[in-house]
């Protein structure tokens, strides 16, 4: 099983709102609670890129692509990170992973299978 699990994408229409979870079913709280962790995406053909990103102190930060639109939060106790998307553009469309990662914004796990978004009318 993976570390990480992510889940909620979907077929929505531009303008529309997704929220996306990630959890690690595995994963103690001394273990989650300290993580730095972000949402990716990637797009075939593509490198996978950092969307949003959130400390351990649920500081945030966001890419300037989705910054306005998408919310990232944490719940230490769930051991649960989610992304709310919203006004969502055919641009966004890409497969979605979660993931902790290190103080040189290196990938800590193993990555997940992802969820797949498409932004489409």
């Known amino acids: 099983q993976a570390q990480l699990v992510e889940s909620g994408g979907g077929l929505v229409q531009p303008g529309g709102s997704l929220r996306l979870s990630c959890v690690a079913p595995r994963m103690i709280f001394s273990v989650f609670s300290p993580l730095h962790m972000g949402w990716y995406r990637q797009v075939p053909g593509k490198e996978r890129e950092l969307v949003a990103s959130?400390?351990?102190?649920?500081?945030?930060n966001y890419a300037d692509a989705v910054k306005g639109r998408f919310t990232i939060s944490r719940n230490n106790s769930r051991k649960t990170v989610w992304l709310q998307m919203t006004n969502l553009k055919p641009d966004d469309t890409a497969t979605y992973y979660c993931?902790?990662?290190?103080?040189?914004?290196?990938?800590?796990?193993?990555w997940g299978q992802g969820t797949q978004v498409t932004v489409s009318s």
């Open positions: 993931n902790a990662f290190d103080t040189a914004k290196q990938p800590r796990y193993n």
């Open positions: 959130i400390n351990p102190g649920s500081g945030t």
